[in-house]
């Protein structure tokens, strides 16, 4: 049961920088059942558009009027056949007219009260459910409304647990390099996204040390087994908290398996065992960010069941709301939690919408639909054949390095030299065509992307993240379309013509 003591990224798509047209706020999608919720300030009838100079400077915001199951539908006329869920939000597609409802109740019940001094019974039930979910792990949730606002809670909640246990001094964290934990100041710092971090180095905190990330495709020896290559991983971790200083560490801080930063990199077999033991050794905490991989989409609820190893603190979102309402959440371990009761102490965090009863009872109505329906046995079902048809139709193509991911989590690096492993010109924006080109006539398809998986700003990769009630014949579409997208691109880079949509 989660104690009751308290008190006080959808990821932002950025000019020439991974992320998707279709998603992070970039149209609002009436959903069936919300009735006259659907409205807008100026009196336009739904459907109806008022284009203003700032939506004329961004062509690239296509108008979404409305949605239903795997399908957006544009202003333009057209249908699009959604295949990433925004940033792997939609886990149950759109238009769920028993989530609305859910909404709609609880609106009519209470549809907010301060967190800080008042609870709604959604916000109790969602709670319990989520520590039930942990067979009773988590002791403590903080229900948020974006991932990089759990993110930004679990970096504090790191650092207080370490004062209410007499070691302040632990300020420091550690990360890895082509990671991404959100673009508030905090968690910007922890994540090394060096586009998204650029504009605010001088504003970033120093604490954080880095190691390179668990990649088995561009980091793993020729001729190195797969245990040396997991020794050689935690070498790396532990080289860090010496030169760090032991006792000045708070954290480890990492995605189970890489989402935009690197396109689904999933971790290599016993990794996060070997993680785990350096961080009891040191007495630093592990924290996952499950944010975009977690809440069912690698086809386990946390991405942690698949890697032997559980967190001290963790942070969810996307997935955990399904995109109905902006929902993510902080989840404290029993140890975290018996030492701020044992201090009598309480986290000193808190935000106007936290613990929201509207938020908590549309993620709740979420969950209670993927494990009604079983949702989580077709996310691995669908999930292998996703693969399967990814691997067996793309990669012997020319310009795909590597087809990585798990469940319905699935990347695709492209590469200029599939020998080298190469990656294309990033003043190319390979990857930001490909979704360009998807999201046109005839494939009318929207995929997500991004740059970064070689390091230093370079490498493409596209990521393909349906809904977890996907069925075969729409598996088989995704992939259909999407080779076909990649043959175009290889055509217009073949014949070196670059100016095809930019």
Known sequence: MLTETSRGNTDPPLKNEPGPSLGSGAAVLPVSGLGSLVTTSSGLAKGESSLTAADEAEPNRI???????????????????????????????????????????????????????????????????????????????????SGSEAMEGAIKLAHEYFVWIGEPQRVNFIAREESYHGITLGALSVGGHLVRRGPFESLLFAGVHRIPACNAYRQKLSGETDEEFVSRKAEELEAIFIQAGPDTVAAFVAEPVVGAASGCVPSFLGYFKAMKAVCDKYGALLVLDEVMCGMGRTGTLHAWEQEGVIPDIQAIGKGLGGGY?????????????HAMEAKNAAFTHGHTYMDHPVVCAAALRVQQIIQRDNLLSNVRSQGKYLEKLLRDKLLSHPIVGDVRGRGLFWGVELVKDKITKKPFDPELQLARRVHETALSEPYNMAVYFGQGCAGQAKGDHIMIMPAYNVTRDVIETIVDKFTAVIDDIYGKLEKKDFNFPN
């Open 63 to 145: 108008l979404v009027v409305g949605g239903q199951g795997n399908d957006l539908h544009l202003a333009d006329g057209r249908k699009i056949l959604d295949a990433c869920g925004g940033a792997a939000v939609a886990c149950l597609g759109h238009g769920v007219k028993e989530i609305s409802d859910a909404i709609m109740s609880q609106i009519s019940t209470i549809s907010y009260v301060p967190w800080g001094f008042l609870d709604s019974q959604s916000r109790r039930d969602m709670s319990k459910w989520l520590s039930d979910s942990s067979n009773g792990h988590f002791k403590k949730a903080w229900i948020t409304s």
């Open 325 to 337: 309402l902006p929902a993510s959440a902080i989840l404290a371990s029993g140890k975290i939690v």
